[in-house]
Nanobody, 127 residues
Framework: QVQLVESGGGLVQAGGSLRLSCAAS????????MGWFRQAPGKERAFVAAMPRSGSSTYYSDSVKGRFTISRDNAKNTVYLQMDSLKPEDTAVYYC????????????????????WGQGTQVTVSS
């Protein structure tokens, strides 16, 4: 089992940047595919970005492609989400998630595929 703790959220003006971090407990972090999701008020949880256990590739939703970057540091048991050129519509609670069941190069994009979730961190982008 793994526990996930997000940090780095906050209030930023449109066009600004934030970097979210997600620290994972345990010694098997490299065994998990990692993803970021977000949930805005009144909306369902939506996929943002993910990368497989291998860390060899990444996948993004169309709404953040070219602006957000997901990365992982297995030595620090941490996954990051660098968010640039932020827009008011990026305002949401951001969650990181871990999936232990896929193939080494598989990128899960459905929230139902993930086994563990963090508590979320609020990101607010003002116009």
């Amino acid at each position: 089992q793994v526990q996930l703790v997000e940090s780095g959220g906050g209030l930023v003006q449109a066009g600004g940047s934030l970097r979210l971090s997600c620290a994972a407990s345990g010694r098997t972090f490299r065994s998990y595919a990692m993803g970021w999701f977000r949930q805005a008020p009144g909306k369902e949880r939506a996929f943002v970005a993910a990368m497989p256990r291998s860390g060899s590739s990444t996948y993004y939703s169309d709404s953040v492609k070219g602006r957000f970057t997901i990365s992982r540091d297995n030595a620090k048991n941490t996954v990051y989400l660098q968010m640039d050129s932020l827009k008011p519509e990026d305002t949401a609670v951001y969650y990181c998630a871990a999936d232990e069941s896929g193939f080494v190069a598989y990128i899960p994009v459905d929230h139902n595929e993930y086994d563990y979730w963090g508590q979320g961190t609020q990101v607010t982008v003002s116009s």
